[in-house]
């Protein structure tokens, strides 16, 4: 049976108890999935414009895999190239 500090209630404890358990675990490394990209041109009518008004037009990639576990990027970083 738990016990908790004066004060504590058991759902307060088990959320702590979980969070610390997170914690301590060892990561785990996915494996990797693999993808196909297409750059995606900001007008398709003409692929050569790369602003509108303020707007400077860096790239877009359009992902997709076959993979079941693929479903989207949430967050992606872009290094430039070593130099050689």
């Known amino acids: 049976m738990l016990s908790s500090a004066p004060g504590m209630s058991k ?3 088990a959320l702590s108890l979980f969070v610390l ?3 301590l675990a060892p990561p785990v490394a996915a494996d990797p999935v693999a ?3 297409t750059p995606v ?3 398709p009518s003409d692929p050569r414009q790369k602003v ?3 707007l400077e037009y860096r790239g877009g990639l359009h992902v997709v895999s076959d993979h079941p576990r693929f479903g989207g990027l949430s967050s992606i970083r872009v290094f430039p190239a070593a130099s050689g």
């Open 52 to 54: 509108v008004g303020r």
């Open 21 to 23: 358990s997170a914690a």
């Open 35 to 37: 993808v196909r990209t």
């Open 41 to 43: 041109p900001l007008n």
């Open 11 to 13: 759902a307060r404890l």
